[in-house]
């Protein structure tokens, strides 16, 4: 996250003061009383009619087209399944891919929704790091980002683009794509896997069933209906109180001064010291480590960004079986338990040392455990200190977070 000032940054922050003032008075400051805007239209900036373009239904077929993968049985959908909201469909902390769908991958393949604004990974004029695909940010649009997962071997395997386009040029929808981009395409594997991964981008960008604003929270902030219950409003206030929850901070909450919906993303990073998981392959051998953005070839020798992922949209949080970059927690209690008792309580969560110790963040090399985020809240206790949140005050956020699921019918 980006270090707000206390004080006036705050204070402008409708969501920051909700614990401050009369919960209910302050909610209808900031949510209720907007039902004018169009949802659809707000944050991406891009409004889609109920028709798609003929670009964006061609990359529709291709998103859910596993005959372009060297498995035959493998397509974007599957990793990422709309059951799911765009997220991986089980608790595997990552899946199976390859010719044989056999091979495990590294991370866990997380929702593709609602990420139309976000733009190429850059560092702000305070040097934090921002924006990009993939938890690395290592993509610098979607479009570069649909490129990898055809020639990636741990995922839809193909030995080479020349291998998309001869499967592309037997798929049902060959003809269409043709249509679209002149007949004597195919034979260009260059330029025609071009337009397939601008195929893919444009349906992402073009189809609101990737940002369908259509929780419980957005019916409340769009006037719909006019309260959360009392669990939920609980949650929301210990979500954005900067001594408790402080999830704010970098899973935003608030409508912009624009109107816009939250996206529950900054897209900043951060190292949080996820324990080590070892349901993954690659980390049966002990010296291997999943570095994040200092994992990348451009950033290796930023040593300071070893460990920091992208922070993820906590949209629809609750149909995810699996969590975090490595997958390591299955429920969202163990989520949400972890950030506030991972400093309290570290024989919870992290292996002991042979000197009676724990062994925290073992997930990153001992070098760079000084890059863990433990100066700001929820994360920033000792041993002996109460968490940030009780355990029913948990609960209480993870009903607010309940609803960030779309589909919500009043
Ligand atoms: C075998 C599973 C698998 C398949 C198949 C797959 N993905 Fe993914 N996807 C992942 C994983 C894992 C990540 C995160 C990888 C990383 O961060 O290094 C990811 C990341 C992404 C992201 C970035 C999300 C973000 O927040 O930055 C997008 C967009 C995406 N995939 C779209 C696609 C598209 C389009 C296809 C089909 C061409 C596809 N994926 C195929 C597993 C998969
Ligand atoms: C300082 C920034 C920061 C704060 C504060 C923060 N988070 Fe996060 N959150 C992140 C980052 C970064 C990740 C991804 C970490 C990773 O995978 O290694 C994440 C991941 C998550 C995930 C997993 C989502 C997924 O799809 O895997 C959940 C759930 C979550 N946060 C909830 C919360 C809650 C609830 C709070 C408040 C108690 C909170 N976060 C506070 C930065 C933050």
């Given at each position: 996250m980006r270090f707000i000032p206390l004080g006036k940054g705050h204070l402008r922050?409708?969501?920051?003061?909700v614990w401050a003032f009369s919960i209910a008075a302050a909610l209808t400051a900031c949510?209720?009383?907007?039902?004018?805007?169009d949802p659809a239209k707000l944050p991406g900036g891009v409004s889609s009619g109920p028709a798609l373009s003929a670009m964006a239904q061609l990359g529709q077929k291709v998103f859910n087209d596993?005959?372009?993968?060297a498995s035959g049985r493998q397509s974007c959908a599957s990793c990422h399944d709309a059951a799911t909201a765009h997220a991986?469909?089980?608790?595997?902390a990552a899946q199976l891919g390859g010719s044989m769908l056999d091979q495990q991958g590294s991370r866990l393949s997380p929702?593709?929704?609602?990420?139309?604004?976000n733009k190429a990974f850059s560092f702000t004029a305070d040097g934090t790091p921002n924006g990009g695909f993939f938890w690395d940010g290592r993509a610098s649009s979607l479009q570069e980002q649909a490129g990898q997962p055809f020639l990636n071997p741990v995922e839809m395997?193909?030995?080479s683009k020349d291998e998309v386009i001869r499967r592309l040029a037997a798929a049902s929808y060959a003809e269409e794509f043709r249509k679209l981009f002149g007949d004597?395409?195919?034979?260009?594997a260059e330029a025609a896997f071009q337009r397939l991964t601008l195929a893919l981008q444009q349906y992402q960008l073009e189809d609101s069933a990737f940002r369908p604003f259509s929780s419980k929270y957005d019916a409340f902030l769009l006037g719909k209906i006019p309260r959360l219950n009392d669990q939920e409003i609980r949650g929301l206030a210990l979500y954005n109180n900067p001594v408790k929850g402080?999830?704010?901070?970098?899973?935003p909450s608030a409508r912009g001064s624009d109107g816009r919906l939250p996206l529950?993303?900054?897209f900043t990073y951060d190292s949080l010291g996820v324990p080590r998981n070892?349901?993954?392959?690659?980390?049966?051998?002990?010296?291997?480590?999943?570095?994040?953005?200092?994992?990348?070839d451009d950033l290796k020798?930023?040593?300071?960004?070893?460990g920091k992922f992208k922070v993820p949209?906590?949209?629809?949080?609750?149909?995810?079986h699996a969590f975090f970059h490595n997958g390591k927690f299955k429920t969202l209690k163990d989520v949400v338990t972890f950030y506030v008792q991972?400093?309290?309580?570290?024989e919870k969560w992290y292996p002991q040392n042979a000197d009676g110790t724990y062994d925290k963040f073992?997930?990153?090399p001992s070098a760079y455990?000084?890059?863990?985020?433990?100066?700001?809240?929820?994360?920033n206790r000792q041993p002996g200190q109460e968490p940030a949140l009780s355990d029913a005050e948990v609960d209480d956020v993870i009903a607010f977070l309940q609803t960030l699921t779309d589909g919500y019918q009043p």
């Open positions: 922050a409708c969501s920051a003061f949510g209720g009383g907007g039902g004018d805007a596993p005959s372009l993968s991986q469909p089980n608790a595997l929702s593709i929704r609602y990420l139309a604004s395997a193909n030995g004597n395409i195919m034979g260009d402080r999830c704010f901070a970098c899973h529950f993303t900054d070892g349901e993954l392959r690659q980390n049966d051998d002990p010296n291997f480590y999943d570095l994040g953005l200092c994992g990348r020798d930023r040593t300071g960004l070893c949209s906590l949209r629809n949080v609750a149909l995810r991972r400093d309290t309580n570290p073992n997930d990153l455990r000084g890059n863990v985020n433990v100066l700001e809240g929820p994360y």
